[in-house]
Every structure is written in structure tokens, then in C-alpha cells.
């Protein structure tokens, strides 16, 4: 019968039933999966598919790796520092950090600049130290003295050693003048 026939009350009527039949509907879901929640057999139906062979053909799935306990996480990956002097600096101020020895980023590569220039194989054959046969080694112009009295562990005990060699004189600097911050000349 074509909508055009149907009286207004109803069509309202009808439209109205269809709504209310939709909406006894989802009750009627609601009301059956809440059964189906509480029906001891659901699992046991449940497992049956979840044990049921692959597709032909096909391998079986690999079992999945057991879980961390919840709340407790693996530690996370140790940094990637580069092989260049912004990588000697930061890795340097990690370590800094574990053994609280105080000093910045900018502070360390400006003595740095000042007293090698950023070649980690610098060394001084003319002043008064390489005078009484104790050069002074590396970015920070170490000498072999002060590099083994304030070596720090965790680097390489190598005064060549890029970060052993930032990390030793920070720590001197750090004794001496309270931070790699507070050094403005040679020191």
C-alpha cells in the first residue's frame, strides 16, 4: 500500500511501532549476551574455536611471548651517542650526571674550543707543563697528573679517550672552581 494512502495517525503509528521495535530489540541482544556472559558453557564454546585447527594449508601461529609482569617494564635501550664531538659532550654529561659532577653543554664546548680546537688528539709541546714533561693531552688539554687524580668511572681510563678526557677535567674543574661553568680561560 503505497505512504500516500496511510492515514497520518496511522503512519505515526507505524513509524512509531518500528522505533519501538528496534528499541525492544536491543534489549532483547543486551538481555541475551548478559545470559550468554553468565552461561557457564560460553568458555568452554569459546575454547573450542580458539583450539580449532588452522585452514588448510596453512601453518599454525607461533604461540606469543609471555608478557612483562604488569607495571614493571624492561629498562629502556642505552643511548647511541655519535662518534663526534656533540656525541663526546653528551655522553660525557651523562656520566657527569650519575657521578654528580656539575657542568653544561655550552660550558664544555667552549672550553673545548678554546683549548684544542675539537681535536680530541691535541697536544701541547710548548708550554710550562710539556716543559717539565707533561704535556697537556685532549679536547680539554689534560695533563697525565690531573687526568689519573680525577679520572671518573665509567670511561675509559685513557686520556686520549674523547669523553674520559671531558669527563676527568669536569671533574677537576668541579674541585677546583666549583663547575666546568665557572671556567673562562685556561685553567
Known amino acids: 500500500m503505497p505512504e500516500s494512502r496511510l492515514s497520518p495517525f496511522r503512519y505515526r503509528s507505524l513509524r512509531n511501532g ?17 545470559v550468554a556472559v553468565a552461561d ?41 651517542y655519535e ?12 656520566v657527569m650526571r650519575v657521578h654528580n659532577i656539575p657542568g653544561s653543554y655550552e660550558s664544555i664546548h667552549r672550553n673545548i674550543m678554546r683549548e684544542s680546537g675539537g681535536n680530541p688528539r691535541a697536544i701541547n709541546t710548548w708550554d710550562s707543563n710539556a716543559a717539565k714533561g707533561t704535556p697537556s693531552k685532549g679536547l680539554l688539554q689534560v695533563i697525565d697528573p690531573t687526568f689519573n687524580a680525577y679520572h671518573v668511572d ?23 672552581y666549583g663547575s666546568i661553568d665557572n671556567v673562562n ?3
Not at 162 to 173: K, L, R
Open 83 to 94: 662518534n663526534n664531538l656533540d656525541g663526546w659532550i653528551r655522553q660525557s654529561l651523562d
Open 185 to 187: 680561560g685556561p685553567y
Open 40 to 80: 557457564d558453557s560460553v568458555p568452554s564454546r569459546i575454547a573450542t574455536v580458539a583450539d580449532a585447527p588452522g585452514l588448510p594449508g596453512l601453518p599454525p601461529l607461533p604461540p606469543l611471548p609471555a608478557l612483562p609482569p604488569l607495571g614493571i617494564l624492561p629498562p629502556p635501550p642505552p643511548p647511541v
Open 154 to 176: 665509567g670511561t675509559p681510563f685513557d686520556i686520549w679517550d674523547p669523553v674520559a678526557n671531558i669527563t676527568a677535567a669536569c671533574n677537576y674543574a668541579a674541585h677546583r
Open 18 to 34: 518500528a522505533v519501538l521495535a528496534a528499541a525492544v530489540g536491543i534489549v532483547a541482544l543486551g538481555a541475551s549476551s548478559g
